[in-house]
């Protein structure tokens, strides 16, 4: 994937898009929403797998827990990059459902951190098998070379 270039001949300015290439970033932009749908689709169905009450930002609060990249709130925030009190609101009700525990953080005594519990990594396990079979079918007719490819301009547009 190449980045913009800067065109000599406007004094090292970026060169105009072209009409095409307007239009196949708007087919990018709206390809993304339709996986994006399906991605938010699939979160309500495994929050729904974890507990029926539970919402699809709780259920990434509760991955992010699990992940273990994010045990505190303030963590969870930046990773997710949404609301401290969304996130707070979901903290005490993963807490309330037995799929949260607060801890004394082991290296900060001040410190409070958040583990999942043996319910929650059960059920988290059941959600992403699913979860992982339903992609493993949808995948299954590509092959590896086209998955690294995918997996690459994925990771470069995250970027």
Request: proline share 4%; glycine share 4%.
């Amino acid at each position: 994937m190449s980045a913009p270039t800067a065109d000599p001949d406007r004094g090292g300015e970026m060169a105009a898009p072209d009409e095409s290439r307007e239009a196949a970033v708007a087919q990018v932009e709206q390809e993304l929403g339709a996986v994006f749908a399906r991605i938010r689709a699939s979160w309500r169905d495994a929050a729904a797998r974890v507990h029926p009450d539970l919402q699809p930002l709780g259920y990434q609060v509760l991955a992010a827990i699990a992940s273990g990249h994010a045990t505190s709130a303030t963590a969870i925030v930046d990773r997710l990059q949404t609301d401290k009190s969304a996130v707070s609101r979901h903290v005490r009700q993963l807490e309330e459902l037995g799929l949260v525990e607060s801890r004394l953080d082991p290296d900060d005594r001040r410190a409070r951190v958040l583990a999942i519990t043996d319910l929650a990594r059960e059920r988290l396990t059941r959600a992403r098998e699913h979860y992982q079979a339903r992609m493993g079918e949808r995948l299954s007719v590509w092959s590896a070379d086209d998955l690294a490819l995918v997996s690459d301009v994925l990771r470069d547009l995250a970027r």
